[in-house]
């Protein structure tokens, strides 16, 4: 029998799937309206979409079906109800593309996936938004609606280095050491603006450098503003687009050479699998159920399982000790390195780095994957059901595991189901995505219109919450666990989505401007992606540790760029 394809293959046929599926599906509702030639347009415009019952009767409804058949409004309830509902289309589809994502990269490992597509995905819902934006419609309705493209770029940014930074910060807080360094999982200093913080290490502030480098084509847009210039918009223009592409390509190829965020996500989900497998194996084999009914933990039977790894009762668990508990640990389809895994459990549970798991450690150790496994698997009974369905769900994040730099780690299972079932999802995201992108731009410029509130703020306030929610919990979720190693990830992750906006949606949203000929007047929507890009880049640069007190800093910089634009726009008329 001939071996089965090598996942690897599956990678053309997705990307080109990809590429076919979204222009059509983001540009399927209404046609492209060029400048003249409105009534042929006009004319065509029935093959495209399907004809309502009200158009087919000779009514005016005030407002235009999407697709033919979804509903629209001309009322502010109304619309305000289409907006949730098209944005929770949003979320559930960057949520698909997300966990595609996250199989893809287990099945293929970091480099090429994890470096060129998998970022591109990421920032997919965003830039889909900004392209229906301005892509239909006459040139004065698409001057009118990019404003919700620019709103969508710019709140997407602020928030990300704003209200998420800040939270993780927040939420991933531990006790300085006299160093200003952060200890690893202990939290005893509560609330101290000088005492607690977070720690992240020197290859997040490359990343934060390279977000901070990654506003240059505002820049470059801005020039002709900036010496009041008045010709050279369209050439500037062109010049951002290229260099923002130019960017685009060489962070690609840099996550490409140097996958190191992506790695950090595979050890992440390794030690995920290990701690499920160990929570799963104390209640298997009879030791006592580690969660009540009501999902209260049972400290006592924690206790239990540290004596029977404590095999010489010393009150302490050595790294051999913890290693042939793990080699005992059955781990069904997955050929698992012992030692790796050792490892890492020790990394994770050994606060006080003195080489050795105490019972506190292991106990507040136990107590945070217990945690984990309560959010993972949303269930109403904590039963020995409960953890199983935890390890199935690590074990199929785990399936197909591909570390490339170790020859160790191999998987067999079925990497050509698990290739399938992430070109699905990641079909379905791009589809949901593509198809809500319009009605929801529809939504929040109507929305706009009966409120008579500025489009710029609903989208630069709602939208991204659509678009961000799945990795701001995700995010908040690393954070937690309360590790430089999981901080650094979730940090990295946060500049990383920065500079996909900077340079990826950027040259979308240039490259409208540039074909339709639409006018360049966002200058204080720029000043405000400008100030936080450089203010957070360089507070993140050249540090690694962050006192509490620095997330009222991140905080502050999202109001008080809703009001600079409203100040700027409205009170000193840049727009």
């Known amino acids: 029998m001939a071996p089965p394809p090598p996942p690897t293959r599956c990678l053309p046929v997705l990307l080109l799937l990809l590429l076919v599926v979204a222009p059509l599906?983001?540009?399927?509702?209404?046609p492209f309206i060029s400048d003249g030639g409105n009534a042929n347009a006009n004319a065509n415009a029935s093959v495209l979409r399907l004809p309502s019952a009200a158009a087919a009767a000779g009514e005016d409804m005030g407002c235009e079906m999407s697709y033919g058949f979804l509903p629209c409004t001309t009322t502010a309830w109304g619309n305000l109800f289409l907006v949730l509902a098209y944005g929770f289309l949003m979320f559930k589809s960057a949520t698909y593309l997300s966990s595609g994502s996250e199989m893809l990269l287990q099945i293929l490992g970091p480099g090429i996936v994890g470096g060129l597509f998998l970022p591109i995905l990421g920032a997919l819902p965003d830039a889909l938004l900004i392209l229906v934006s301005g892509l239909s419609g006459t040139k004065e309705v698409a001057q009118s609606q990019v404003l919700i493209g620019m709103g969508l770029l710019a709140g997407s940014t602020v928030m990300l280095l704003t209200l998420l930074w800040g939270s993780c910060v927040v939420v991933g807080k531990c006790d300085l050491s006299e160093n200003s360094t952060a200890i690893d999982s202990r939290d005893t200093k509560g609330f101290s603006l000088l005492g607690s913080g977070v720690s992240t290490d020197k290859q997040t502030s490359y990343a934060?450098?390279?977000?901070?480098?990654?506003?240059?084509?505002?820049i470059i847009v801005q020039i002709p503003k900036i010496f009041k210039l008045h010709s050279g918009h369209q050439i500037t223009v062109l010049i951002g687009l290229i260099a923002a592409a130019l960017l685009l390509l060489s962070y690609c190829l840099y996550q490409v050479f140097q996958p190191w965020i992506q790695r950090r996500r595979l050890e992440y989900t390794r030690l995920k699998h290990v701690m499920?497998?160990?929570?799963r194996h104390a209640q298997k084999h009879s030791i006592g159920r580690l969660?009540?009914?009501e999902g209260r933990p049972n400290v006592s039977v924690i206790e239990k399982l540290f004596h029977r790894i404590d095999q010489d009762n010393d009150g302490k668990l050595e790294r051999g000790e913890l290693q042939a508990f793990i080699v005992g640990i059955n781990f069904e389809d997955i050929d698992w390195n012992s030692n790796l895994a050792a490892d890492q459990v020790m990394a994770d549970f050994d606060t006080s780095r003195n080489h050795f798991i105490e019972k506190g450690e292991f106990v507040n150790g136990m107590l945070r994957w217990l945690d984990e496994a309560k959010r993972t698997v949303t269930s109403g009974a904590y039963s020995k059901k409960f953890l199983n369905d935890f390890h199935a769900r690590t074990r199929?994040?785990?399936?197909?595991?591909?570390d490339k730099d170790e020859e160790e780690g191999e998987a067999d299972g079925n990497p050509t189901w698990t290739c399938i079932k992430a070109i699905l999802l990641l079909l379905l995201g791009t589809a949901m995505a593509a198809a809500s992108a319009d009605p929801l731009v529809d939504a929040v410029h109507n929305f706009s219109n009966a409120t008579h509130i500025p489009s710029f703020f609903i989208s630069f306030i709602v939208m991204p919450l659509a678009t961000n929610s799945s990795e701001a919990v995700s995010a908040i979720i690393f954070a937690s666990r309360k590790k430089k190693r999981t901080?650094?990830?979730t940090f990295s992750e946060v500049y990383g989505g920065v500079t996909m906006n900077n340079t990826l949606c950027l040259a979308v949203f240039l490259a409208l401007v540039y074909v339709r000929g639409l006018t360049w007047d966002f200058s204080s929507e720029v000043l405000i992606i400008l100030l936080v890009c450089i203010i957070m880049g360089l507070f993140t640069s050249f540090r690694t540790d962050f006192p509490l007190w620095t997330c009222f800093v991140a905080f502050l910089l999202y109001p008080l760029s809703l009001i600079m634009v409203y100040i700027l726009d409205y009170k000193f008329g840049w727009s």
């Open 25 to 30: 599906l983001a540009h399927g509702r209404r």
């Open 208 to 218: 934060a450098r390279i977000m901070a480098i990654s506003v240059l084509p505002f």
């Open 276 to 279: 499920s497998g160990l929570l």
């Open 291 to 293: 969660l009540d009914d």
């Open 396 to 402: 199929d994040e785990q399936t197909g595991l591909l």
């Open 487 to 489: 901080l650094s990830l």
